[in-house]
């Protein structure tokens, strides 16, 4: 019941998906769930019956993430949630060892809530190679703190940032990252899955997003940290 508090269920006129809250007001879902209809987002919580009006307050295609942010409606006394304040997932501080127990809880094959229980079997870099003992920089704008580009060395870093000042002006910074961006697990994911948390002790430790050749995959935490620090989403 802990873990099923903070999700919900994203609909919009084209598409479902899933999401979670980051905090009272605030769902994460991935940008595919919600970019062919973003006029038209209903948000329905776990623990609650009622369809909640919501707005794209930000989004990255980049790594497949969208917030969403709860309209207000008219209040009534004698409704629990009239100021639209649910509660929120927390985010893990650490990366749990390969064979860990995971759960992803979404909305698949337009069941309500669905939890299923695995294992995660690897973490993988942007491009789905092993990231063990992999690092990489990335290149970030200093005045939006925005990641434009990444490099495998520093000095593939450094030409991307001077090939970025050369054509489009401004100053970068390039910092060392690691370079896990998936992870591979085995908890079963489909359709309707995507943007719902992936758990491992009650902690979210991905956004479960896709199925690449025959493997479940769920975006890092770490991924998903950064995107809520450029837009200043608290969690």
């Not at 991307?160 to 970068?172: C, K």
């Amino acid at each position: 019941s802990y873990q099923m508090r903070c999700n919900v269920v994203v609909r919009t006129n084209v598409s479902k998906g899933s999401g979670f809250f980051v905090n009272s007001r605030t769902v994460i879902t991935n940008y595919h769930v919600v970019n062919t209809d973003s006029a038209n987002i209903k948000i329905r919580p776990s623990t609650d019956f009622k369809n909640y009006e919501g707005t794209v307050i930000a989004y990255s295609q980049q790594n497949d993430f969208a917030a969403i942010k709860l309209k207000s409606y008219q209040k009534n006394m004698n409704d629990f949630f009239e100021n639209n304040e649910f509660k929120s997932c927390k985010l893990s501080e650490k990366n749990p060892n390969i064979n860990s127990e995971v759960i992803a809880i979404g909305h698949p094959n337009n069941r309500q809530f669905s939890l299923t229980k695995g294992t995660l079997e690897k973490y993988l870099t942007r491009d789905f190679k092993d990231a063990k003992g992999k690092k990489i920089y990335d290149i970030i704008d200093q005045n939006t703190n925005q990641v434009l580009g990444h490099g495998d060395t520093y000095s593939q870093a450094e030409a991307i940032a001077n090939d970025l000042v050369a054509t489009r002006g401004g100053r970068y910074k390039i910092k060392r990252e690691e370079a896990i961006h998936w992870i591979q697990m085995n908890a079963y994911i489909t359709h309707g899955s995507s943007g719902g948390p992936l758990y491992h002790k009650g902690w979210v430790i991905g956004v479960n997003t896709l199925s690449y050749k025959g493997d479940n995959m769920a975006i890092h935490y770490k991924k998903l940290k950064k995107f809520l620090d450029n837009n200043e989403i608290n969690n």
